[in-house]
């Protein structure tokens, strides 16, 4: 009764303890990520954790917006035979909430890149 238990929790602490061996030995040194650059190579201009201009947060409302319309007209242009006129009358409402938000983020200001 307890030999599957005991098979899966060796099983387990196994893969943990390989996986751990293979990050020690394929790790680079702490050191290195400490004194070089990490990406392009060149040196970071400001801190990493800097805020971001208020301006980039209605852009990215933007984009969500559009993002995520796409994201459910694609099942939904695949179904709408099938489920008829309130598939189609759904589709409306959700795009004219999305078109609530496109609206609100312009007249934010969201659209000037000034």
């Given amino acids: 009764m307890w030999a599957g238990l005991v098979w899966t929790l060796l099983v387990a602490v196994a893969g943990v303890a390989s996986a751990y061996g293979a ?6 040194s702490a ?20 805020r971001y201009h208020v301006r980039w947060y209605l852009a990215t409302l933007i984009f969500l917006a559009f993002d995520v319309e796409m994201l459910f007209m694609y099942p939904w242009a695949v ?23 496109v609206l609100w983020a312009w007249r934010e200001g969201a659209l000037r890149w000034t």
Avoid: D, R
């Fill in 79 to 101: 179904v709408v035979s099938e489920m008829g006129g309130t598939a189609v009358v759904e589709m409306f409402l959700f795009l004219a909430a999305l078109l609530v938000a």
């Fill in 31 to 50: 050191t290195a990520l400490i004194s070089l650059p990490f990406q392009s190579g060149w040196a970071p201009e400001e801190h990493a954790l800097s």
């Fill in 23 to 28: 990050h020690q030995l394929t790790a680079v």
